[in-house]
C-alpha cells in the first residue's frame, strides 16, 4: 500500500476549477469533477433537518439514476434557505452541465457550501460551465481541490495505491472544512441526513452494495467522529465515485479483497478528517479525546462529543490551563449514566501543540476517538467577520 | 407588589459573608443563611450526572429532615469530584456549623462553587465557622451576596413585597453565575439532576407541596431558560427557604393567594436569571431568543436553546454580522422536525446592546423564550486564565 499526502485521480477521472464570480474576490470556486464512463456513487449527506438544495437535488438523482459521471461544486454561496428557487438552481446547474457534457442530468451530482439564505448566482455558473468543462484534465484536480474551498488554509488531500490481484486500485480524497464542523452524516436510504465537503474517487470495481457499505462504515469512523465547534451544517456531503476502471475483480461485501478496500478507503477518509481538524478555524491545538471501556462504541462516542463540544474544555486546552473539572463537567452532561468513582481521566503535557485525552468510563467495552481543536479568540474574530 | 433591586432579608432572616482562605486571593468566600426558626426548604439541583459533594448532602438531609435553618455555601472550590472524602468534607462543614448553632446537622444544607476537583480546604472553612455565626445580621446579606460570587462581576439580587390578605410578605433572591452556564434543574425528588446558585427566602407561610411546586415552575420558567456556554455544571442550585413568619393565611397549592406567590417568585426568578445573562462572562450583548409556534413548549426551548448554543450564532452576534443562516442551520441541527419553507426568522438591528432573535416555526402554539450572551475573545480569556 502506497500513500501520497496529495490527490493523484485515478484512471479515468479528470477534474477541473476555476474562478465563476461566486465568490467576490476573484478566486476559484467552481470545480468539476468527472468520470470518462459511467461510475457508481455513495453518499453520506448532513442529519441537519434543513438540508441545502444541492443535497435535495443529489437525493433525487440517486433515486431515479444507478450511474453517475459528473459533480460540480461550488463554494461561496451554500444555496441553503433558498426555498423552491434554490432548488430550481441547483436543478439548472445540473442541467446546464450535462447538456454540456453530453450526459443525462440524473447523472449529475452537486455541491455547494458557502453563506447560507443567499440566492445562488446561477447566471455566472452557467457562463463558466463551459470553461469549466473545456479545462477538464488529470492536472485539474489541484485547481478543483482549491475551488471547493472557503475559510480553508490549506487543501485537504490523500491518495493511496493497493493491488487488488494483479490490478493496481487507486482511492484518493480531497476535503474542504474547517468551521461549521460537526458532521452526522449519513447515507439517504437510511433517512438520517457540517460545512464538510468531501469528494472521494476510484477507479477500483466494485458492487454497489459494498460501496455502500465500505463508505457509511469509514464515515462513521471518520468525519462523523470530528468536530470543530459542535455547529452541524446543512451542507455536509461525502461523495464518492467508483469507476472500475482498474479491472480488477469485482469487490463483493465482504471478503478479502472487500477488507483491503475498506481498510485503504478508512485510511484516506481518517486522515482528510484529521486535515480538518488541523486547519480548523482559529485553532492552536490538535486535541485527539479517547473514551475507553464504555458500554458501547455508542456511548463512547457521545461522551467524547461531550468533553470536544464543551466551550470550557476548548478554552482551558488554549490556555494551557490543566483544568480537568471541565472533562468532569462535560461527562456528566452527556447524557451517559457514569459513575464518578469509576471515571479515571488522563491529560498529555498541554505545552504540546497535540494533546490527548483519556477518559476510562469502566462499564464496558466501547471505545471511540474524537478528534478536535481548541476555541481561541482568532476562531471568534474568523466567525465575526465572515460574511 | 413592590419591587426592590437589592437583596432586603424577609422577617426572621440573617446572613453573613466573611473570608475564610478557600480563595487564595483573600476574598469573601464564605457565606452563611440563617432563619430563627426552622423553615421549610425547595430545591432545584443540576441534573448533571456527576454531582457536587455538597448536593449529594443536601439530597440526603431533604430525604431525613422537613425543616431546615441554615444554608453555609464556599466559593473558590466546588468540591466536585473529590469522592468520599469530599463527601465527608461537606459533612464535616454541616456539623461544625450545626455545633456552633446549636441545630442539628440534618437542618443544614451546603452549596460550593469553584474548581472542579481540588480538595476542599475544610479546616480554613471549619476555623471560620464560629465567626460566621457571630457576624449574623439583618445586614449582613450584603457580605453574603458577595461570598457567593466567583468570576461574577456585580452581586444579582432582588426582593419583591406584596400583600397576602393583611400581611406583607417578602421574597428575596440572591444569585452567582456568569460562565459554565446551562442549567437544567430538577427538584431531587423528580431523580432528574452550570454553577448556578441560587438563595431565596421568604417568610411567607406556605405549605410544602406548594413551595415545591412553585418553585419547580419558576425555575423551569427562569433559570432552566438560560444559557452562556452550553456548559451544564455540577453544582448548580436553587435553594429556597420559607420561614412563615408573615403569619399569612397559610398559601396552599392552588387558588388565589398560591397564585400571587407564585407570580412574585417568578418575577424574582426570571429577573436573577437575567442578570446573570447581563454578566455572562466576557459578553457584550444581551441576547432573547424567542421561539413561536412549535408544536410544544419543550420544542420551542429546545430550538431557542440550539440557536442559543451555536458559537456561530454567538461570534455572529459578537461580530454585528447578519449571518441569519447559522441560525437556520442551528434551527436544523436542534433535532425538532422543522419544515424549511414553515420557518420566518427576525432579528433586531445589530448594534444595539440587547438583541432580540424571532423564530417563527408555524408548527403549533409552543412557544418559549431563552436568554443567551455572544461569544467574545474576552471570554476565552477568562477562561483560558481561570484558575
Redesign the interface.
Known amino acids: 500500500m502506497k500513500l501520497y499526502r496529495k490527490a493523484i485521480l485515478p484512471l479515468g477521472f479528470k477534474a477541473s476549477g476555476i474562478s465563476s464570480g461566486v465568490k467576490k474576490s476573484g478566486k476559484l470556486d467552481l470545480a468539476l469533477f468527472y468520470s470518462d464512463i459511467p461510475a457508481k456513487a455513495a453518499c453520506e449527506f448532513t442529519t ?4 441545502a438544495a444541492p443535497i435535495q437535488l443529489d437525493k433525487i438523482h440517486l433515486k431515479k439514476s444507478k450511474s453517475f459521471q459528473a459533480i460540480i461544486v461550488n463554494s461561496g454561496n ?1 444555496n ?2 433558498t ?2 428557487s434554490g432548488l430550481r438552481d441547483s436543478i439548472e446547474t445540473a442541467q446546464a452541465l450535462a447538456k454540456t457534457l453530453s450526459i443525462s442530468k440524473e447523472n449529475v451530482l452537486v455541491a455547494s457550501t458557502g ?4 440566492k445562488l448566482p446561477l447566471l455566472k455558473i452557467k457562463r463558466a460551465i463551459p470553461e469549466l468543462v473545456q479545462r477538464l484534465s488529470k492536472g485539474g484536480i489541484n485547481k478543483a481541490k482549491v475551488a471547493i474551498m472557503t475559510t480553508d488554509t490549506f487543501s485537504k488531500e490523500m491518495t493511496l495505491e493497493f493491488n487488488l490481484g494483479r490490478r493496481r486500485v487507486r482511492i484518493c480524497g480531497i476535503a474542504k472544512g474547517v ?2 464542523i ?1 458532521p452526522s452524516l449519513a447515507s439517504p436510504r437510511q433517512h438520517r441526513g457540517a460545512t464538510l465537503l468531501v469528494f472521494i474517487f476510484t477507479d477500483a470495481l466494485i458492487s454497489q452494495q459494498a460501496l455502500n457499505k465500505a463508505l457509511k462504515v469509514c464515515v462513521d469512523n471518520s468525519f462523523n467522529c470530528i468536530t470543530v ?6 451542507n455536509d456531503s461525502v461523495i464518492m465515485l467508483a469507476n472500475g476502471q482498474a479491472q480488477n475483480v469485482p469487490i463483493k461485501n465482504q471478503g478479502g479483497s472487500f477488507n483491503t478496500f475498506a481498510k485503504a478507503l478508512q485510511i484516506v477518509c481518517r486522515e482528510l478528517a484529521k486535515m480538518i481538524i488541523q486547519d480548523a478555524e482559529g485553532a492552536s491545538k490538535f486535541i485527539r479525546i479517547r473514551v475507553n471501556k464504555a458500554k458501547s462504541f455508542t456511548q463512547a462516542i457521545q461522551v467524547a462529543k461531550a468533553v470536544a ?4 474544555f476548548k ?2 486546552i ?2 494551557e ?1 490543566h ?4 472533562i ?11 459513575k ?2 469509576e ?1 479515571k481521566i488522563r491529560v498529555s503535557p498541554l505545552k504540546k501543540k497535540e494533546i490527548k485525552v483519556e477518559v476510562f468510563l469502566n462499564q464496558g467495552d466501547g471505545s471511540a476517538t474524537v478528534y478536535t481543536s481548541d ?3 482568532e ?3 474568523i ?5
Chains 1, 2 share one sequence.
Do not use: H, W
Open positions: 441537519n433537518k434543513i438540508q451554500a441553503c434557505f426555498g423552491k453563506i447560507i439564505g443567499r468551521g461549521m460537526a465547534d459542535g455547529c452541524m451544517s446543512t463540544n464543551s466551550n470550557l478554552t482551558a488554549y490556555g490551563n483544568n480537568f473539572g471541565r468532569v463537567a462535560s461527562i456528566g452532561a452527556s447524557g451517559i449514566d457514569v464518578e468513582e471515571i476555541l481561541t479568540p476562531y471568534i474574530k466567525n465575526a467577520e465572515y460574511n
